[in-house]
């Protein structure tokens, strides 16, 4: 099993930035594929990124492409989401997930652990 938990969420004005972490523990780190989602109150899981076990491969949601980056440190067993130039839009409880396969992917029903969730709060 794998546990997750998610920091570094907080309030930020519109055009300023946001380091979140997702540290793991429990079964191998390295071997899963990670990714970020959030949700917006009365809306559905939204895809944000994902990484790739080895983070040689990362997707971006449109919304966000060219202002987050996700990463990871194995060695830590810490993925990371560097949100930049945030707008409103991106206010949401960001939720880091893992799934018991290298590839990574876009779908939140293929990933088999999730943390508990971090807020994200982005004043106008």
């Known amino acids: 099993q794998v546990q997750l938990v998610e920091s570094g969420g907080g309030l930020v004005q519109a055009g300023g930035s946001l380091r979140l972490s997702c540290a793991a523990s429990?079964?191998?780190?390295?071997?899963?594929?990670m990714g970020w989602f959030r949700q917006s109150p009365g809306k559905e899981r939204e895809f944000v990124t994902t990484?790739?076990?080895?983070?040689?491969?990362?997707y971006y949601a449109d919304s966000v492409k060219g202002r987050f980056t996700i990463s990871r440190d194995n060695a830590k067993n810490t993925v990371y989401l560097q949100m930049n130039s945030l707008k409103p839009e991106d206010t949401a409880v960001y939720y880091c997930?893992?799934?018991?396969?290298?590839?990574?992917?876009?779908?939140?029903?293929?990933?088999?652990?999730w943390g508990q969730g971090t807020q994200v709060t982005v004043s106008s």
């Open positions: 429990g079964r191998t780190f390295s071997n899963y594929a």
């Open positions: 997930a893992a799934r018991s396969f290298s590839a990574s992917s876009r779908n939140s029903f293929e990933y088999d652990y």
């Open positions: 990484i790739s076990w080895s983070g040689g491969t990362t």
